[in-house]
Structures are given as C-alpha cells and as structure tokens.
C-alpha cells in the first residue's frame, strides 16, 4: 500500500480514537459527577447525554464548512474541539461549566464522524475502500480500549477527583492528532470541487494512483451539475433511496443498545451484582472483545461485503441480547450478564461497529456526499442521545435491565429484516459507480 495513502487514512482515522474514547471515558466517571453535582436519575442522565447533544450538532453543521473549507480544515477544528473539551471537563467545578466543555466535545465528535471517514473513502482506491473506512471504526474501537483500562488505573491509582484525569488525559492524543493533521493532504475529489484539477491530479498521484487523468475525468463527470453551479437537494426524490437507507441504518445501530453499554457498562454490571471495582474490569474485556472483532471485520469487509456482515451480525446480536434480557429477567448474576455481552459486543463489532460508517461514506453521490453523511451521523447521534439520557430513567425500574435488553432485541429483528430486503450491496465499486446503484 502507498505510504502517503496510509499515513493520510490513519492520521484521518485518529479522530475516530478521539472519538471512542469519549464515548467510553465517561463510563468510568459518570457515577462520581452524579455525585459531585448531586444529580437525580433525570438530570444525570442529561449531563452524560450533552456530549451526544453537541455530536447531533456537529454532525449536521458541519456539511458547509466540509464543501466550504475543506475536509482538512474540519478536522482540525475537529481536534481544537477535543483539546479544550479534555482540559475544561477535568477542570470544571461548576455543572454549567462542565456541560459547556462536554457539549464542545461532542462538537468535535460529531464533525470527527463525518469528516474522517469521508476523507477517507475520497482518497481510498474501491479495492481498499471498505477496510481503509474501517480503520476509522478500529480506532473508535481502539479508543474505546484504551478509555477502559485508563478509567481502572485511574480508579485504582487516584484517591481523589480520579474522575477529573479519566476525562483530563485525553488532551494528550487530542494534540497528538492536531500536530499529524498537518503532514496529510486535502481530498483530491474536494480540490476537484474547488475546480483545483492540478492540485487534485498531484494528490491522486502521490496517493500511488497510477491512472490520475483517468480518475480526475471520472470525478468531473459526476460532479457535473455541481460544477455548473446548480446545488442538489438532498431531500429529493432523486435521493430518496440513499436518504432512507442512512437513515434506518443509523437508527438501528443505536437502538442495539451500544451506547447504553458503552456508556454504562460498570454499572450494567453492577445492576447484574458484580462490584465497582470488578465492573471496571469487565468493561474492559468489552473492549477487548470490540477490539478484536473489529480488526476481523476490517480483513473481510471488501472480500465478503457490507451487506453479508450485516446479516451475520444481526443474527447474533438478537440471540445474546434475548439471552442478556433473560438473564436480568432471572436474576443469572454478572458472570452470566458479562458472558451475554461479549457475545453481543462480538456480533456487533463484525457487522453494524464496522459497517456503519462505511456505508454511510459510499452510498451518497459526489453531489451530495457531505450532506448525505451528516444526515445520517446526525440520525446517529440523535438517537444516540436518547438512548443515554433514557438508560439511567429505565435502569431505575422494576426488571430495568429485561426492559432495556428486550427492546434491544426487538429491534434488531427488524434490523434483520432490513439488512436483507432493502440493503444494496456496496463492495468493491467506485463511488462514481455507486451513484447508479443508489439514484432513483
């Protein structure tokens, strides 16, 4: 593989890192700011959602500056964000403050998922494309890894304000991923929209794409309405297939429940009976297990294709959170829980964690990509935030666990459904190519 196009693919994806390790940090202190700010069920569930909110946020407002400015600039503010989310959140002694400073964070999360892997399926040749979008996702994955074990260390290690330095230690990669933003290239389809074809034919050849001319006319053809100065509506019937399918995939991928668990996995697993300092440990294997089976997906997603993944997935996901809800239902114990969980948590990385945002970089024409994948990172996040602001409402019920898990379960029965009726499959095509699949 060329190594500008790797190093462009994974500094890209480094956002993702960011991203995951937002999502899981607050796992470890969501807990003591309940206490800190001495909040109810309502109001606690609230202040872990705010990030969520800002993401909502971040991910529809960020088509214009992505077609404006360009991919590279987005994501630098992207990294601005995630610096001064970090310090202000472990600095914070008023709630409002905090607020503030987690709802900048989930600016920069939201953009982060629109914009990295956009960048990276405009500068990704179709044969790679799937495994090079994935990478974003394996560091989300990674992300989520890494927030696990520093949140039990930290837990282990500080005896005071620990919440403050599980959230604080993430500026160290947030400056990180600024400083390598700077070694990479913009988007050789955004320099095309720029009408910058020289600019763009110079990237495509640094990239190791021996058949620029052929890729640069490719790119004009399909941006050629844009070009002469007519702007597409998303929402039209011309894009009605795509716009449905981001949507219902975005959706399900919420309602399986993995930010219920990526939020909440210690007290998940205190709510099935196991300890603080034991559940801390468990959440790690979660994201062991994520981890792993995200890599596996990464090595088979262009060979066995989006769809196929989807449906494997989905089979799972329904047998291990029908069996959580009955374990919850019966009182089985943390053990049993833990096991259930991995095998969701298995199903979930190899298809929809992998998936997700690949799809939602391919399926939507030049015209309209950077409007198309913040629409559905926006559906993403929306319910992302509901889910988190509801979990701690319903674990405080009667057989809350059965309740939350059994709705899981529901929906992706008909998550499976979808996956086999309505679902195209993307692999292997050019995203030029992709536009007659998915055009009405």
Known sequence: MNKQLFTGCLV???????????????????????????LDGFWHGFTNAIALIGTIVGSIACGMPLDKYGRKKVLVLVAIFYIVSALGCGLSHSWVAYLIYRFIGGLGIG?????????????????????LVALFQF?????????????????????????????????????IFFILLYFIPESPR????????????????ALGNQNADDIVTDIAVSLKEESSGHAEKLFSR?????????ILLATFNQFSGINALMYYAPRIFTMAGLGRDAALLQAVLIGVTNMVFTVIAMFIIDKFGRKTLLIAGSIGMIVF???????????????TVLIYLVGFIASFAFSQGAVI??????????????????LGSFTHWFWAAVMTWLFPIVAQLKNGGTIAFGFFCVAMILHLV???KVLPETKGKSLEELEKVVLR
């Open 12 to 38: 890209a994806a480094l956002g993702g890192l960011l991203f995951g390790a937002d999502t899981a940090v607050i796992s470890g202190a969501e807990q003591s700011i309940k206490e800190v700010f001495q």
């Open 111 to 131: 953009a982060s998922s629109v914009a990295g892997p956009m960048y990276i399926s405009e500068i990704a040749p179709p044969r790679l494309r799937g495994r």
């Open 139 to 175: 560091n989300i994955v990674l992300g989520i890894l890494l927030a696990y074990f520093s949140n039990y260390f930290i837990n282990r290690w500080v005896a005071v304000d620990a919440w403050r330095w599980m959230l604080g230690v993430q500026a160290i990669p947030s400056i």
């Open 190 to 205: 955004w320099l095309m929209k720029q009408q910058r074809t020289d600019d763009a034919r110079r990237v495509l050849l």
């Open 238 to 246: 011309k894009f009605s297939f795509a716009v449905m399918c981001a």
């Open 321 to 335: 959170l029908g069996l959580t809800a009955y374990a919850f239902q019966q009182n089985l114990g943390g053990h």
């Open 357 to 374: 945002w690949v799809f939602l970089a391919e399926i939507f024409p030049n015209s309209v990509r950077a409007k198309g994948q913040s």
């Open 418 to 420: 979808f996956a086999v």
